[in-house]
């Protein structure tokens, strides 16, 4: 089965602190994504990638930025956390080359800024 | 550029009886379309999946979806719903000519089923 490992479920951190978000996969897909999720807005696309190196801005990357050094790893990074990036964080990947392969999504961090 | 629209915030059924979540989607092109369900603090679940063919497609646990074209929907079904079925359900399509592999969401609809 495919694996797809974020590394904390619950996070809280302080306003202005540099966090740093974690996502692993085993499957060896090219595509990883990281999606936010609010009530009422459903899942929002923050950044994705393609290829190791390669990114992609989603629909709300502003305070956000990413790095992917290695295939199976996807790091999201808030360079200084603010209270409105409270949030549910959900890291996915997905086979690259084709539009009809479904996404494999982590267990999720509920990350909270105080 | 492609997007997904799920009318009802929230959908009520009694166990037993026969449910149906909504979605229409837009998309320039061919539409790839999926479901997922979320239960409490987990992570997104694939359940079924369009890609081309029959328009009517069978998942997981018992769902099935119908691809209309022409309404530019892909409807959830169930024929007789469970209190185990109560999760929060996303739709997403992926396609277009340009934003090539992003996938993106509908806002979710809320499902629960009575006993």
């Known amino acids: 089965d495919v694996k797809v490992t974020q590394s904390s479920r619950y996070l809280v951190k302080r306003t202005g602190e540099k966090v740093f978000l974690e996502c692993v996969q085993d499957m060896d897909h090219e595509n990883m994504f990281w999606y936010r999720q609010d009530p009422g807005l459903g899942l929002r696309l923050i950044y994705f990638?393609?290829?190791?190196?390669?990114?992609e801005k989603g629909d709300i990357p502003e305070g956000y930025s990413v790095s992917r050094e290695k295939k199976e790893r996807f790091s999201l990074i808030l360079e200084s956390a603010s209270t409105n990036q409270t949030s549910m964080y959900l890291c996915?990947?997905?086979?690259?080359?084709?539009?009809?392969?479904?996404?494999?999504f982590g267990q999720g961090t509920r990350l909270t800024v105080v | 550029a492609q997007s997904v629209a799920q009318p009802e915030d929230q959908v009520n059924v009694a166990e037993g009886n026969p449910l149906t979540v909504k979605c229409t989607y837009s998309?320039?092109?061919?539409?790839?379309l999926f479901w997922y369900v979320q239960y409490p603090n987990r992570g997104l679940q694939f359940l079924l999946k369009?890609?081309?063919?029959?328009?009517l497609v069978k998942g997981s646990y018992g769902f099935e979806a119908e691809f209309n074209k022409s309404q530019t929907s892909f409807h959830l079904k169930k024929p007789s719903a469970l209190v185990s079925d109560s999760a929060l359900y996303f739709c997403a399509v992926r396609g277009g000519s340009t934003g090539f592999q992003k996938l993106v969401f509908g806002t979710g609809t809320r499902l629960l089923v009575s006993p």
């Open positions: 369009y890609i081309t063919g029959d328009n």
């Open positions: 996915a990947s997905s086979l690259g080359g084709s539009l009809n392969t479904e996404a494999f």
């Open positions: 990638s393609y290829d190791v190196k390669m990114k």
């Open positions: 998309v320039s092109g061919n539409p790839y």
